[in-house]
């Protein structure tokens, strides 16, 4: 049995815990979907229509505000008394807050940050691919030692639209978690946020972005109306946030946010490797960039070779229209 956990927040379900449903759907083996927190019903009714064995809301009032202690004790008593072979995660901020905590308490191996994997053979374990280097190398991982094995998968490594409904809802089991709130040393403060204008890019279904190649700071106002336009978010590559042009929370790389959305919008963005490891996993990939030789055309699935002083402006004028 592999356990997926999935991530919400007050009822609305993490974008990303489809991706990770989809990774253990490619696992072989009944898949099932666990969702701690308190009064989840709403949002394990709604996992329940994914091609699952079933789906287990685990509740409890300590876990109502998320705290690495609560929810390594919750888990950690379920999947003891479940015994999973697996447990699979997106690799939100969340996760990389409580899983390692989670497998020193299970004493369980943990590969983190994977992009994909490579099915085991004839009982053999999988072997999961991890990035290195900023995205430069990428190292083959097996896991050692008796199960579970966790695993938690990059944002945009599986696509939320591949996964496999049911043809009815799977069972929804509660389960009352058992957590000591004595024993919750955190504090559930405000999610975290770098700025009041923060925003999490990786739940945004389009992105528009820009590079070097907006010249100057004045000139990101034309991204913003092309994003208002296309009623979605403005972010940048690192020269542009470490010029202090656009926030730090808008930064899109391998030192940023990892996004997949449906439509990534590049603006004069050459296409290093330390943004491309950011944004690859996006289902549409559009670059308008007026060097031809730019890498970033080698990842877009449509390429404009032009000035996107020319280009934006009629874009925005042709969505208004």
Known sequence: MI??????????????????????QQFGGPVTVVVPGSAVSETAAELAAADVAGVIALEDAALGAYTADGFVAALAALITAEKPTHVVLAHTYQTRDFAPKLAVRLQAPLAADCVGFKPGSNGDAHTYVRLMFQGKVSADVVLDGEGPHIVTFQIGAFRVEAVKKGSAPAAVRQVAATVDAAEIRQKPEAPFREAKQAVDLSQAARIVSVGRGIKDQEHIELARQLADALGAELAASRPICDAGWLPMERQVGSSGQTVAPKLYLALGISGAIQHVVGMKGAKTIVAINKDEEAPIFEIADYGIVGDIFEIVPAMV???KA
């Open 3 to 24: 356990f997926v956990i999935a991530e919400q927040t007050n009822g609305a379900l993490n974008r990303a815990s489809w991706e990770a449903v989809v990774a253990a």
């Open 317 to 319: 004028e042709a969505l």
